[in-house]
Structure formats: structure tokens, C-alpha cells
């Protein structure tokens, strides 16, 4: 893989995406911006929320198949891995999330997070 090229200085703002991707249920969204080469979403989970139910449909895969790399603006959340390792993320936390997990909110709040991972293709509907 040839090295990213950076060739501008940007600036996108999340209140302007440039796209939105709504979660099953109504239960939240991701905001996206592309920057360069890069995506980056802020997501937004409501109480309640749980991968297996909210995105499964969407991404079509017994757990969630995708790197997170990012940070907690507000609210918890819980990541479980398939191999049975759990941990609580919350406001203030710096994250890497390997693939091969569920995750699901905790307590009464919203669940507000940056992701800089390998989001492309995140809560995509997948068309056959």
C-alpha cells in the first residue's frame, strides 16, 4: 500500500456531514465526514442500544467486524469480545477496538463517540 499522501489542509464540521447513517430502530446515528483518503464519523447511541440488535441487520455479521480507533465524548458503553474479554469505555477515554465484537450501551444517557477506524462501510445497508 503505497504511504497517504497529505495534500490538504481541512476542515469539515460533524453538523454539516457529509453523510448520515441511520441505526435500526431509531436508536442512533452515525454523522460522517470524508477527509482526504480518511472517514471519520461521530456517533451518536441512544440508551438501549446493542450492536447485535441495532446494526447486525445492517452489517449482515454475527459480531462487528470493524477496527474503532477514536473517543468518548459522552455517555458509557460496553465492548465484548467474541473471546470473551469485556470493557467499559467512558467520557474521556481514548479507545482501540479490534474486530470481533458486540458492544452495547450502559445507563440512561446518550453514547456520544469520534471514530477514526476502518469505518467506511460502517452501518451500511448491504444490498443484494
Given at each position: 500500500?503505497?504511504?497517504?499522501v497529505?495534500?490538504?489542509?481541512?476542515?469539515?464540521?460533524?453538523?454539516?456531514?457529509?453523510?448520515?447513517?441511520?441505526?435500526?430502530?431509531g436508536m442512533?446515528?452515525a454523522?460522517?465526514?470524508?477527509?482526504?483518503?480518511?472517514?471519520?464519523?461521530?456517533?451518536t447511541?441512544?440508551?438501549?442500544?446493542?450492536?447485535?440488535?441495532?446494526?447486525?441487520?445492517?452489517?449482515?455479521?454475527?459480531?462487528?467486524?470493524?477496527?474503532?480507533?477514536?473517543?468518548?465524548?459522552?455517555?458509557?458503553?460496553?465492548?465484548?469480545?467474541?473471546?470473551?474479554?469485556?470493557v467499559?469505555?467512558?467520557?474521556?477515554?481514548?479507545?482501540?477496538?479490534?474486530?470481533d465484537?458486540?458492544?452495547?450501551?450502559?445507563?440512561?444517557e446518550?453514547?456520544?463517540?469520534?471514530?477514526f477506524?476502518?469505518?467506511?462501510?460502517?452501518?451500511v445497508?448491504?444490498?443484494?
Amino acid at each position: 500500500m503505497a504511504p497517504m499522501v497529505h495534500t490538504e489542509l481541512t476542515a469539515k464540521r460533524f453538523d454539516s456531514p457529509d453523510e448520515v447513517r441511520e441505526f435500526v430502530g431509531g436508536m442512533g446515528r452515525a454523522e460522517i465526514v470524508h477527509i482526504g483518503e480518511r472517514t471519520v464519523s461521530r456517533s451518536t447511541f441512544k440508551p438501549g442500544w446493542v450492536w447485535s440488535e441495532h446494526i447486525k441487520p445492517l452489517a449482515e455479521t454475527e459480531r462487528c467486524e470493524v477496527f474503532h480507533l477514536g473517543y468518548m465524548v459522552h455517555g458509557r458503553m460496553r465492548v465484548m469480545m467474541h473471546a470473551g474479554e469485556s470493557v467499559e469505555f467512558s467520557a474521556g477515554d481514548a479507545f482501540e477496538i479490534p474486530p470481533d465484537h458486540d458492544a452495547e450501551v450502559i445507563g440512561s444517557e446518550d453514547c456520544v463517540l469520534i471514530d477514526f477506524g476502518d469505518i467506511a462501510d460502517y452501518a451500511v445497508a448491504h444490498h443484494h
